[in-house]
Nanobody
Framework: QVQLVESGGGLVQAGGSLRLSCAASGRTFSSNSMGWFRQAPGKEREFVAAIHWRGSSTHYADSVKDRFTIFRDNAKNTTGYLQMNSLQPEDTAVYYC????????????????WGQGTPVTVST
């Protein structure tokens, strides 16, 4: 089974940008969708964005639309990214990537492979 490894999290000031990476280790990413979720302290894990791995369709949560962009490395076929711009303190969370056999689902329970998460902290 593929393992997912996130990287790229860190501390950034409000208005700044970060790019998160999600690398599939051991084999080519073969699921239908790669998704990004986040979990802030004391809150439930929530959907952020998803991409259809073999196509170009994407889906975003309203809270990140027009600020975040999900995309894949077409050459490697093993790495996905989440470009986060105009970051705000409310974006502070641990960010997780995940794989799903479903297409662009925002439903956490439909993702069957998860990474370990990478923390993002946005300061004022």
């Amino acid at each position: 089974q593929v393992q997912l490894v996130e990287s790229g999290g860190g501390l950034v000031q409000a208005g700044g940008s970060l790019r998160l990476s999600c690398a599939a280790s051991g084999r080519t990413f073969s699921s239908n969708s790669m998704g990004w979720f986040r979990q802030a302290p004391g809150k439930e894990r929530e959907f952020v964005a998803a991409i259809h791995w073999r196509g170009s369709s994407t889906h975003y949560a309203d809270s990140v639309k027009d600020r975040f962009t999900i995309f894949r490395d077409n050459a490697k076929n093993t790495t996905g990214y989440l470009q986060m711009n105009s970051l705000q303190p409310e974006d502070t969370a641990v960010y997780y990537c995940a794989a799903s056999p479903h297409l662009l689902s925002p439903v956490l329970g439909l993702y069957n492979v998860w990474g370990q998460g990478t923390p993002v902290t946005v300061s004022t």
